[in-house]
T-cell receptor
């Protein structure tokens, strides 16, 4: 159990366009989902935390108007990169936390490789 | 404040040798600690976790870690490295609503 999927697994888009990445918890309900960004050979950088039905909380330095996060249901969160630029190229990973968890354990998706040309 | 320090960004071991990846943490509350493995272009896979039960935690793929409160450590070990263990390893501490990740250790296994 506790499987998280992401779609697409990789995407190439042109500069100026928008890209939507989906994160789904397949076999559990996730009241909280997280979006991370990972640069090559680096650790995960938390971008934002989203709770179902409420606005996402963005980390300092993350542009909320550029990285739109929607957590419309207990199994789905989306990240939309608006007006993408080459510097937005990165590996984006989502994670989800079960409603009843005590340890705060997060279950991670397989990641989405975004390349902006 | 919570933080995680992974000593050694790169570790190389020979196949069959002991694997030791170091993790030290700081936490203002009793911590929940995790080790994850990441293969190229993939997400994070949980290896094991400490959630205040037994201090010696066994995980998947033959890995284990020991929680030592006095040393604020949670080092990851495996008695005998396999080629398939080559990957990036992340230690993390959970506190409140967030995870705090270490900077990662890249493990190379030499045949």
């Amino acid at each position: 159990g506790a499987v998280v999927s992401q779609h697409p697994s990789w995407v190439i888009c042109k500069s100026g366009t928008s890209v939507k990445i989906e994160c789904r918890s397949l076999d559990f309900q996730a009241t909280t989902m997280f979006w991370y960004r990972q640069f090559p050979k680096q650790s995960l950088m938390l971008m934002a935390t989203s709770n179902e039905g409420s606005k996402a909380t963005y980390e300092q330095g993350v542009e909320k108007d550029k990285f739109l996060i929607n957590h419309a249901s207990l199994t789905l969160s989306t990240l939309t990169v608006t007006s993408a630029h080459p510097e937005d190229s990165s590996f984006y990973i989502c994670s989800a936390r079960r409603y009843e968890t005590v340890s705060g354990e997060q279950y991670f998706g397989p990641g989405t490789r975004l390349t902006v040309t | 404040a919570q933080s995680v320090t992974q000593l050694g960004s790169h570790v190389s071991v020979s196949e069959g040798a002991l694997v030791l990846l170091r993790c030290n943490y700081s936490s203002s509350v009793p911590p929940y600690l995790f080790w994850y493995v990441q293969y190229p272009n993939q997400g994070l896979q949980l290896l094991l976790k400490y959630t205040s039960a037994a201090t010696l935690v066994k995980g998947i793929n033959g890995f284990e870690a020991e929680f030592k409160k006095s040393e604020t450590s949670f080092h990851l070990t495996k008695p005998s490295a396999h080629m398939s263990d080559a990957a990036e390893y992340f230690c993390a501490v959970s506190a409140g609503n967030q995870f705090y990740f270490g900077t990662g250790t890249s493990l190379t296994v030499i045949p």
